[in-house]
């Protein structure tokens, strides 16, 4: 079954979201803004969701992680939870 690794941020509104994801383009440390920011619990380990199979998450987010090129980040993308940016680290089909 396939894997992969990812780290997310996760805030209320895709402003927000998009604010984020400007600072990200522009060279901010991603691990820094989900500390500061991530509504999620993950956000304290810099937005690190570790390693995690397909179907673990909500769709719209396991559709991200699993076809999405790596090492860049994607968003915001809307699933009940809020918006995320998310960035998959490395996957294994």
Same mark, same amino acid.
């Given at each position: 079954?396939?894997?992969?690794?990812?780290?997310? %941020?996760?805030?209320?509104?895709?402003?927000?979201?998009?604010?984020?994801?400007?600072?990200?383009?522009?060279?901010?440390?991603?691990?820094?803004?989900?500390?500061?920011?991530?509504?999620?619990?993950?956000?304290?380990?810099?937005?690190?969701?570790?390693?995690?199979?397909?179907?673990?998450?909500?769709?719209?987010?396991?559709?991200?992680?699993?076809?999405?090129? %790596?090492?860049?980040?994607?968003?915001?993308?809307?699933?009940?939870?809020?918006?995320h940016? %998310?960035?998959?680290i490395?996957?294994?089909?």
């Open positions: 079954m396939a894997t992969a690794c990812a780290r997310h %941020i996760l805030v209320k509104t895709r402003e927000e979201a998009e604010r984020l994801k400007k600072k990200l383009a522009v060279g901010a440390d991603f691990a820094k803004l989900a500390r500061q920011h991530s509504q999620c619990p993950s956000g304290k380990k810099g937005g690190d969701l570790g390693e995690f199979r397909r179907g673990a998450m909500v769709r719209q987010f396991d559709n991200v992680v699993f076809t999405k090129p %790596i090492l860049t980040v994607h968003g915001p993308v809307k699933t009940k939870f809020g918006f940016l %998310i960035e998959t490395y996957r294994n089909d």
